[in-house]
C-alpha cells in the first residue's frame, strides 16, 4: 500500500531530492525522517540545523549525542548557529561553493523562548518565509511548517479554532512572499511513527520553553506551501472585505466599470461587490456610490499587504476615469455653447 504524504516523508517518494531542517531542537527530526526514508528504499540529502551550537546541544539535550552519532552514520549533514530567519548569511558559511536550492524546507513547531507575544510569532514565522523562499526550488519545492493546534488559523483547525485575528495568520504572512498554500496536514499518525524507534532516539519536538521538554503536539497540522509554479490551486483561500467610495458622473452609472478596473489591478482574482450607498453632494451635485468589495484568489497569492494596494490603485483608476469623463463633458459643453 503506497504512503500518504505526510512529515514523515514530506512527500518524498523518489531518490534526489534535497531536504534542508531547520530549528530541529535535538535533530531527532532528521534522524527519524531519514531512518523513514531509507525504509522507504529513497535516497535524499538530508541537511538538518539548529539555532543552538554544538555545545549547547550536548548540555540541554540528553539524547543528542547519541542522536548526533547516528546522523553521522546515515551520512546526515549537521550544522549549528543556523538561524532560521537568516538562512542566506548562515548557509554562506556552510556551503562556500554556492548555497544549493531545496526541494523541502522544513521547521517543525517554531517558537521563540520564553512566553512569547503573538505578534512575534508572526514575525518570526514571516521571516522564516522570507529567508527560505529565496532557496527553493520553484519546479517542485515545498516549505513545511508545523504548528500547534489554533496557531495556523485556517478552516483546517478542527481541534482548536480561534478567531483568526487570535492566530500567527500563516497564509498571510507566506503570501507576503509569493507562497500559496498547497496542503494542510494532520500530523499525529506521523509524528507517532517518527517517535517510535528501538533505541529510543525517535523524534519528538524537543525545546519546549528551551528545555529538554517536548511540545504538545496532537491535533497539530503541517502547512505545505509552494511557489504558484508547484501550486495549481491554493488551499483555504483568504477573503478580504474593503468598502470603497467612487464619483459617478451619471446617475445610471453601470457597475461593470468598476469590475473591468478591478480585473485591470489584479488579474486572476476572484470579487464580488456589493452597493452599500449612493449619495448626491448638495452643493456640487457630485454623486457617489460606496461599495463593499470582498478579493479572494486562488490561483494567484493575495496578502492582506497586498490587497491594501489594490484598493488603493482601485480609486487611483476610478478617479481618473472619472475626472477624464468631466473633462469630456466641459468640453462637449463648450463646444455646443
Known amino acids: 500500500m503506497d504512503e500518504e504524504t505526510d512529515l514523515s516523508n514530506l512527500g518524498i517518494f523518489s531518490d534526489n531530492f534535497n531536504v534542508l531542517i531547520v530549528g530541529d531542537g535535538d535533530m531527532s527530526y532528521g534522524l527519524s525522517l531519514a531512518r523513514h526514508l531509507r525504509k522507504m528504499n529513497v535516497s535524499a540529502s538530508l541537511t538538518t540545523t539548529t539555532l543552538d ?5 550536548t548540555n540541554r539535550y540528553s539524547r543528542f549525542e547519541s542522536i548526533h552519532s547516528k546522523l553521522i552514520e546515515l551520512g546526515v549533514n ?3 548557529g543556523i538561524n532560521a530567519t537568516n538562512l542566506q548569511d548562515c548557509l554562506s558559511n556552510v556551503f562556500p561553493a554556492g548555497i544549493p536550492f531545496f ?11 520564553g512566553k512569547s507575544r503573538i ?6 514565522i514571516q521571516e522564516f518565509f522570507q529567508s527560505a523562499t529565496p532557496l527553493l526550488t520553484a519546479s517542485r ?4 511548517i508545523s504548528l500547534t493546534p489554533g496557531q495556523g488559523g485556517t478552516p483546517a483547525e478542527t481541534r482548536k479554532r480561534l478567531p483568526w485575528k487570535n492566530t500567527w495568520q500563516v497564509q498571510d504572512k507566506a503570501a507576503q512572499v509569493g507562497l500559496m498554500l498547497k496542503q494542510v496536514i494532520r500530523t499525529d499518525a506521523a509524528l507517532e511513527r517518527l517517535a517510535g524507534s528501538k533505541d529510543g532516539l525517535g523524534y519528538f519536538s524537543k525545546g519546549f520553553h528551551n528545555e529538554d521538554r517536548a511540545f504538545r503536539w496532537d491535533g497539530s497540522l503541517s502547512h505545505v506551501f ?3 509554479l508547484n501550486c495549481k490551486v491554493c488551499r483555504y483561500p483568504i477573503v478580504w472585505s474593503f468598502g470603497v467610495s467612487i464619483m459617478v458622473h451619471d446617475p445610471t452609472y453601470n457597475v461593470d466599470q468598476l469590475h473591468d478596473v478591478i480585473r485591470q489591478v489584479k488579474p486572476g482574482l476572484r470579487f464580488e461587490t456589493m452597493l452599500l450607498n449612493k449619495y448626491v453632494m448638495p452643493e456640487s451635485g457630485i454623486a457617489t456610490r460606496t461599495y463593499m468589495i470582498n478579493f479572494t484568489a486562488i490561483r494567484v497569492t493575495l496578502s492582506k499587504p497586498e490587497t491594501h494596494s489594490i484598493m488603493l490603485s482601485i480609486r487611483e483608476k476610478m478617479d481618473a476615469l472619472e475626472l477624464l469623463e468631466r473633462a469630456k463633458q466641459n468640453k462637449t459643453k463648450q463646444e455646443s455653447a
Open 53 to 57: 551550537s554544538h555545545l549547547e546541544l
Open 78 to 80: 549537521c550544522h549549528y
Open 103 to 113: 526541494d523541502r524546507i522544513v521547521f517543525n513547531f517554531p517558537h521563540l523562548c
Open 119 to 124: 505578534n512575534l510569532s508572526r514575525q518570526l
Open 141 to 144: 519545492g515545498e516549505i513545511w
Open 226 to 228: 509552494a511557489l504558484p
